[in-house]
């Protein structure tokens, strides 16, 4: 700041008053004066300047996926408010601790919760509870898988990712999940690893539309080329109709890699 | 990063039409269809009407209530973090946590101003998880559209840099202020300060903004010069 | 006893144990020492809790980046490149003390958590540490090498190869324009690996004895595995012949190849677009 010794005075005053200009709250008089200092004073006009060229940095857009993620949100809360709470409880209290610990402690406190709910209860009570307890234990090994896919490290995600492998069919917040890894995770070898796994969820059965329509989705939002030609053969094999005008648009679209378009256009010509 | 920008800066959201995007507008007609026999004009029904409807147990009317905001709160987060994934994550966040704290709300008090205080909250949070670091995209770094003449795209490359060089503080009231359209004795009210505070932290945060500016600027001629 | 009551003593039994973890440690902040010369960085970095693994995260844009690892508890950075900020004075700052870094190179140190910086322009960093460490490293253009380095590896590089001698724990290493080569020692049984290609070679060496899961896929190259390791696929279209030179089993598929080696285990994810991929046997 090489005019900082001697403070000019109206400087110092337009100084001043350059925020309320800025948010329109000068009076008017004020105003004028500030802007004939402006003209003159090259300094505080280009402080000004840098207000309004501040507005040209450009917005962005939200994603379609968003809301959907917003309303299974909603949805989830209206339908059951109390594994929400379980859900909150989760986020609050074993978030912060180290995962490895996390698990053992939750382990331990489903454990603690499942002997205390045995004491004194009848036999059909109990086979009714064990259902519902087995139906809790298979939601925390979600609510793991959700907890790995947020963590840190890149190496924790991918080991969220092959967990969630392991856990069968699919349910939905898991696949938004993987989808939301696919799209946005930062290691590219993590999104190849959700890829494969929502491919053999997609393979068969209900999911199978929604994963499709979230990989057509997630197809522009793709910038690793190596993914992309992933998610290309992928398409491939699922063979929606729409991926067929999508990957028509890939292989003469120069934006893409070379790599990517020849895969686009080689999976073209293998398409009855 | 596509598209018209929004009119940022004149503090006004409430009325304001919200953004129909494929599989927004559509699905709300939807659920009006089922629902309850009341339906939202999102045009009409200030933000605190609806906040006061969810906090009374109406979860629905939170929908309108995301329609109009999300937008902002993702831009918010992306000026303050420039990480895509972490700022949709919190504004996702944002939503739960005004569920879950909707008895908090008054009604009769700005909505707007409620939102950011639980949004900064929710940043906070998130950061701590973190250590303090979240990546930032190396793509939002440098935002430039295409129909940029050259110079002007490497003066925005150069403004979102210096942008980014600020420190936290200063960069938040900033975006609090010049893209968010919070005025000051809003921001006055969210970080605990007199208004005459956020007015000097403002001006403050606009000179170091302009000095990284100039550094940037000169670094990368610099660089450019040699050979 | 309903659900709700169950989720209340749960509650309370986390709240007890919050309470006690809350007691526990303080964040320790590390410390940092730099020494600065005309074109040389140099900042050495002292850990919270030294007898526990560092994390290190290092993000550039151009240059090379070397790791060794080594038998001490701090972590040491050297930077080589040429900096714009001349080492002289300007006019306005004679007499002053100057606390920025030339070229931007510096550290944070948080409760084990070092963060490196460097400035805008290209430079070659060299970083000595502890061998358990975890290393996070991003280069947009530029070579990485990491050398004894047991901790998780997390590595991509754009445009550059990658090597690895001397590893083990659990590695994820991207290089989208460039080659990997590795040679690991040790893998860690829970989580998986995964090194992926646009176009290079993947070259890597692993441990004879380990039990792993392969999924191992090349586009347009092919995939080579050791003959001495105990590999057994189940698809049934998989196509093999034997190669009459290096011993090697060729396989080659359209699909990903899926396999287990030693009867399983680690998951190792394999990935390549244009280069061929060889899995060799180590000792």
Same mark, same amino acid.
């Given at each position: 700041? $090489?005019?900082?010794?001697?403070?000019?005075?109206?400087?110092?005053?337009?100084?001043?008053?350059?925020?309320?200009?800025?948010?329109?709250?000068?009076?008017?008089?004020?105003?004028?004066?500030?802007?004939?200092?402006?003209?003159?004073?090259?300094?505080?006009?280009?402080?000004?300047?840098?207000?309004?060229?501040?507005?040209?940095?450009?917005?962005?857009?939200?994603?379609?996926?968003?809301?959907?993620?917003?309303?299974?949100?909603?949805?989830?809360?209206?339908?059951?408010?109390?594994?929400?709470?379980?859900?909150?409880?989760? +986020?609050?209290?074993?978030?912060?601790?180290?995962?490895?610990?996390?698990?053992?402690?939750?382990?331990?406190?489903?454990?603690?919760?499942?002997?205390?709910?045995?004491?004194?209860?009848?036999?059909?009570?109990?086979?009714?509870?064990?259902?519902?307890?087995?139906?809790?234990?298979?939601?925390?090994?979600?609510?793991?898988?959700? =907890?790995?896919?947020?963590?840190?490290?890149?190496?924790?995600?991918?080991?969220?990712?092959?967990? =969630?492998?392991?856990?069968?069919?699919?349910?939905?917040?898991?696949?938004?999940?993987?989808?939301?890894?696919?799209?946005?995770?930062?290691?590219?070898?993590?999104?190849?690893?959700?890829?494969?796994?929502?491919?053999?969820?997609?393979?068969?059965?209900?999911?199978?539309?929604?994963?499709? +329509?979230?990989?057509?989705?997630?197809?522009?939002?793709?910038? $690793?080329?190596?993914?992309?030609?992933?998610?290309?053969?992928?398409?491939?094999?699922?063979?929606?109709?729409?991926?067929?005008?999508?990957?028509?648009?890939?292989?003469?679209?120069?934006?893409?890699?070379?790599?990517?378009?020849?895969?686009?256009?080689?999976?073209?010509?293998?398409?009855? | 990063?596509?598209?018209?920008?929004?009119?940022?800066?004149?503090?006004?959201?409430?009325?304001?039409?919200?953004?129909?995007?494929?599989?927004?507008?559509?699905?709300?007609?939807?659920?009006?269809?089922?629902?309850?026999?009341?339906?939202?004009?999102?045009? @009409?029904?200030?933000?605190?009407?609806?906040?006061?409807?969810?906090?009374?147990?109406?979860?629905?009317?939170?929908?309108?209530?995301?329609?109009?905001?999300?937008?902002?709160?993702?831009?918010?987060?992306?000026?303050?973090?420039?990480?895509?994934?972490?700022?949709?994550?919190?504004?996702?966040?944002?939503?739960?946590?005004?569920?879950?704290?909707?008895?908090?709300?008054?009604?009769?008090?700005?909505?707007?101003?409620?939102?950011?205080?639980?949004?900064?909250?929710?940043?906070?949070?998130?950061?701590?998880?973190?250590?303090?670091?979240?990546?930032?995209?190396?793509?939002?770094?440098?935002?430039?559209?295409?129909?940029?003449?050259?110079? @002007?795209?490497?003066?925005?490359?150069?403004?979102?840099?210096?942008?980014?060089?600020?420190?936290?503080?200063?960069?938040?009231?900033?975006?609090?202020?010049?893209?968010?359209?919070?005025?000051?004795?809003?921001?006055?009210?969210?970080?605990?300060?007199?208004?005459?505070?956020?007015?000097?932290?403002?001006?403050?945060?606009?000179?170091?903004?302009?000095?990284?500016?100039?550094?940037?600027?000169?670094?990368?001629?610099?660089?450019?010069?040699?050979? | 006893?309903? /659900?709700?009551?169950?989720?209340?003593?749960?509650?309370?039994?986390?709240?007890?144990?919050?309470?006690?973890?809350?007691?526990?440690?303080?964040?320790?902040?590390?410390?940092?020492?730099?020494?600065?010369?005309?074109? !040389?960085?140099?900042?050495?970095?002292?850990?919270?809790?030294?007898?526990?693994?560092?994390?290190?995260?290092?993000?550039?844009?151009?240059?090379?980046?070397?790791?060794?690892?080594?038998?001490?508890?701090?972590?040491?950075?050297?930077?080589?490149?040429? !900096?714009? !900020?001349?080492?002289?004075?300007?006019?306005?700052?004679?007499?002053?003390?100057?606390?920025?870094?030339?070229?931007? #190179?510096?550290?944070?140190?948080?409760?084990?958590?070092?963060?490196?910086?460097?400035?805008?322009?290209?430079?070659?960093?060299?970083?000595?540490? /502890?061998?358990?460490?975890?290393?996070?490293?991003?280069? #947009?253009?530029?070579?990485?090498?990491?050398?004894?380095?047991?901790?998780?590896?997390?590595?991509?590089?754009?445009?550059?190869?990658?090597?690895?001698?001397?590893?083990?724990?659990?590695?994820?290493?991207?290089?989208?324009?460039?080659?990997?080569?590795?040679?690991?020692?040790?893998?860690?049984?829970?989580?998986?690996?995964?090194?992926?290609?646009?176009?290079?070679?993947?070259?890597?060496?692993? /441990?004879?004895?380990? !039990?792993?899961?392969?999924?191992?896929?090349?586009?347009?190259?092919?995939?080579?595995?050791?003959?001495?390791?105990?590999?057994?696929?189940?698809? /049934?279209?998989?196509?093999?012949?034997?190669?009459?030179?290096?011993?090697?089993?060729?396989?080659?598929?359209?699909?990903?190849?899926?396999?287990?080696?030693?009867?399983?285990?680690?998951?190792?994810?394999?990935?390549?677009?244009?280069?061929?991929?060889?899995?060799?046997?180590?000792?």
């Amino acid at each position: 700041m $090489s005019k900082e010794v001697v403070p000019d005075n109206s400087c110092a005053r337009a100084e001043q008053w350059l925020p309320d200009y800025w948010q329109d709250e000068l009076r008017s008089g004020d105003r004028a004066w500030l802007e004939q200092h402006l003209q003159t004073c090259a300094e505080c006009a280009e402080l000004a300047a840098f207000w309004r060229e501040l507005g040209q940095l450009p917005e962005a857009e939200p994603d379609p996926r968003q809301r959907r993620r917003f309303d299974a949100m909603l949805t989830a809360y209206e339908a059951t408010p109390s594994r929400l709470a379980w859900t909150q409880a989760w +986020r609050m209290w074993l978030r912060p601790l180290p995962l490895g610990l996390a698990l053992v402690l939750l382990l331990a406190g489903l454990g603690g919760g499942w002997w205390l709910h045995g004491l004194g209860h009848s036999a059909q009570g109990q086979a009714s509870e064990i259902a519902e307890l087995r139906e809790e234990v298979q939601d925390t090994r979600q609510l793991v898988v959700l =907890s790995m896919l947020q963590q840190q490290s890149a190496n924790d995600r991918l080991a969220g990712v092959s967990y =969630s492998n392991r856990l069968g069919p699919l349910d939905p917040q898991i696949m938004q999940a993987l989808l939301h890894s696919l799209q946005y995770d930062p290691s590219p070898d993590v999104r190849l690893a959700a890829l494969d796994a929502l491919q053999h969820a997609g393979g068969g059965g209900e999911a199978a539309p929604a994963v499709t +329509r979230g990989l057509l989705e997630a197809f522009p939002y793709q910038n $690793s080329p190596l993914v992309q030609v992933a998610l290309v053969d992928s398409l491939l094999e699922l063979r929606p109709p729409a991926a067929r005008a999508l990957l028509q648009k890939v292989s003469t679209d120069h934006a893409y890699s070379p790599e990517v378009r020849q895969r686009a256009e080689w999976g073209l010509t293998h398409w009855q | 990063m596509l598209g018209a920008p929004l009119q940022a800066g004149n503090g006004k959201t409430e009325g304001l039409l919200p953004l129909c995007l494929p599989g927004g507008c559509g699905s709300r007609s939807r659920r009006a269809a089922h629902g309850p026999q009341v339906i939202i004009q999102p045009e @009409s029904i200030t933000d605190d009407v609806l906040m006061s409807r969810v906090r009374d147990g109406d979860v629905q009317a939170l929908a309108p209530l995301f329609d109009r905001h999300h937008a902002a709160l993702l831009n918010f987060y992306l000026r303050t973090t420039g990480n895509r994934a972490s700022s949709e994550d919190l504004v996702q966040d944002v939503f739960v946590r005004i569920l879950k704290y909707r008895r908090t709300y008054r009604p009769g008090s700005r909505f707007l101003t409620w939102m950011y205080h639980i949004a900064r909250h929710a940043r906070v949070d998130y950061l701590r998880k973190r250590h303090g670091e979240i990546e930032w995209d190396d793509a939002y770094a440098a935002p430039v559209l295409p129909s940029d003449p050259a110079e @002007s795209a490497q003066h925005r490359l150069w403004l979102a840099l210096a942008l980014r060089r600020l420190p936290d503080d200063k960069r938040e009231v900033l975006v609090l202020s010049r893209f968010q359209g919070l005025r000051y004795e809003a921001i006055a009210q969210l970080l605990n300060c007199e208004p005459g505070a956020v007015k000097v932290r403002v001006h403050r945060a606009m000179r170091e903004l302009r000095e990284y500016f100039h550094q940037i600027a000169k670094g990368q001629i610099a660089n450019e010069e040699k050979p | 006893m309903g /659900p709700n009551m169950k989720t209340r003593i749960i509650k309370v039994y986390w709240l007890t144990l919050m309470l006690s973890l809350a007691v526990v440690p303080v964040l320790v902040r590390g410390q940092t020492t730099s020494e600065q010369s005309a074109d !040389h960085n140099r900042v050495v970095v002292r850990l919270s809790h030294p007898s526990q693994p560092a994390r290190i995260r290092l993000q550039m844009l151009v240059g090379h980046i070397r790791v060794q690892g080594y038998n001490g508890n701090e972590v040491i950075i050297e930077g080589a490149g040429k !900096h714009t !900020h001349a080492s002289g004075v300007p006019e306005e700052a004679r007499g002053m003390r100057r606390l920025t870094q030339p070229g931007g #190179l510096g550290a944070d140190e948080d409760n084990n958590v070092v963060t490196i910086h460097t400035g805008f322009e290209p430079e070659n960093i060299d970083l000595l540490v /502890p061998a358990s460490s975890a290393v996070s490293l991003k280069t #947009l253009t530029g070579n990485l090498h990491v050398q004894g380095v047991l901790g998780e590896l997390d590595l991509e590089s754009t445009n550059g190869a990658i090597t690895l001698d001397q590893v083990g724990g659990s590695i994820v290493a991207h290089a989208l324009n460039g080659s990997i080569t590795a040679n690991v020692v040790r893998l860690d049984a829970d989580k998986p690996f995964s090194f992926s290609t646009l176009n290079g070679r993947i070259d890597v060496t692993l /441990p004879a004895g380990m !039990h792993a899961t392969l999924n191992v896929r090349s586009d347009q190259g092919d995939v080579y595995l050791d003959q001495g390791f105990d590999f057994k696929s189940p698809a /049934p279209s998989s196509s093999t012949s034997k190669s009459e030179s290096n011993g090697m089993l060729k396989l080659r598929m359209d699909k990903t190849i899926r396999g287990t080696i030693n009867g399983g285990g680690v998951e190792i994810n394999i990935r390549s677009f244009n280069g061929n991929i060889l899995i060799h046997k180590g000792k």
